[in-house]
């Protein structure tokens, strides 16, 4: 390591004041995509180390200080998340109010987001076969000391199709039996079952898309399981919408899948419908916002809606 000179002193940019008040307060400073490794406690795998995305910002206050002491949020986010510790609110919430700290006082406010992976087991319709989904998952706290604002980020796949398209496939299916039969006075229910179960009796197919329901909502602070509640959250969206992507598929299960899909034939605002009524039926949240995308089979562009309630945090 080298030596510093005598007399040579490092210069403070960062605690740089200036007497003629040339910089002015800021916003939000900080980093963003900071990785780190997370763990913590899984229902079904006991304790998980997964990379998480760590965003850290505070705000710049005092006005004549040049910039934030940005290596000292760095440590603070690296002794955080390089313990032997189980990831809580409670170590999030200390980080939060240890970052404000390295400050000195130059620094109101703080924001962190903690961003990773969070694998659920997933159970077959109707077989006995199981699989594995990733959701990404995001925890959020803002606020001062004294008082922190908590938000709850994921979303969910499943499988939306177009009411108005399986009613145009039933037209053309009736239109096919029509035609088969237009020369018989009778038919038999042995000539109809068999040309229900032929090619020709499937005419036309609705189109059917691929779809997302991205959410956030607003939970108390000092809540005691977060990755518990956004666990239950997922599942119980999923459950609402009833048609939820799959990942082990035998032949029952996929036959299963198309009669769910064939009873709840969805419009993206039907799918809002769905998730704002499941939503405003938990009680833990103090607010959620959720955009529901279908990704159509049939244009080029996707069909969005969005629902709310009550006043999400206007986080960073």
């Known amino acids: ?163 108005c398209s399986a009613g145009l496939a039933r037209e053309l299916n009736y239109e096919a039996f029509q035609k088969r039969f237009a020369d018989h006075d009778e038919v038999s229910i042995e000539e109809a079952l068999g040309f229900m179960k032929s090619k020709a009796a499937m005419a036309g197919t609705p189109h059917a898309q691929r779809s997302l329901a991205k959410w956030k909502v607003a939970v108390r602070p000092g809540f005691e399981n977060a990755l518990s509640l956004v666990s239950e959250l997922i599942c119980g969206l999923e459950s609402g919408l009833q048609t939820q992507v799959q990942t082990l598929v035998k032949r029952e299960d996929e036959k299963e899948f198309a009669r769910l899909n064939a009873e709840n034939l969805m419009f993206c605002e039907d799918a809002a419908r769905k998730a704002k009524g499941y939503f405003m039926a938990q009680s833990e949240l103090l607010a959620f916002q959720c955009q529901v995308v279908h990704k159509e089979s049939l244009h080029p562009h996707d069909a969005v809606a969005f629902v709310s309630q009550g006043e999400m945090p206007k986080f960073k």
């Open 1 to 163: 390591m080298r030596q510093i000179p005598e007399g040579f002193q490092r210069e403070d940019l960062q605690g740089e004041t200036s007497s003629k008040n040339e910089f002015g307060a800021l916003d939000w400073v900080g980093m963003s995509g900071v990785q780190m490794p997370v763990r913590f406690s899984h229902q079904d795998l006991g304790v998980v180390t997964e990379m998480a995305r760590v965003d850290a910002f505070v705000s710049l206050d005092k006005v004549d200080q040049r910039g934030i002491h940005m290596s000292r949020v760095y440590e603070k986010i690296q002794q955080a998340f390089l313990t032997d510790g189980i990831w809580s609110y409670d170590s999030l919430a200390g980080l939060a109010s240890e970052t404000l700290q390295t400050q000195e006082g130059a620094s109101e406010r703080v924001s962190l987001k903690l961003a990773f992976d969070y694998p659920i087991l997933q159970k077959a319709l109707v077989s006995e076969g199981r699989g594995w989904r990733s959701y990404p998952v995001e925890l959020q706290v803002e606020g001062s000391a004294d008082e922190l604002q908590v938000a709850l980020v994921s979303e969910v796949m499943y499988s939306s199709t177009c009411p």
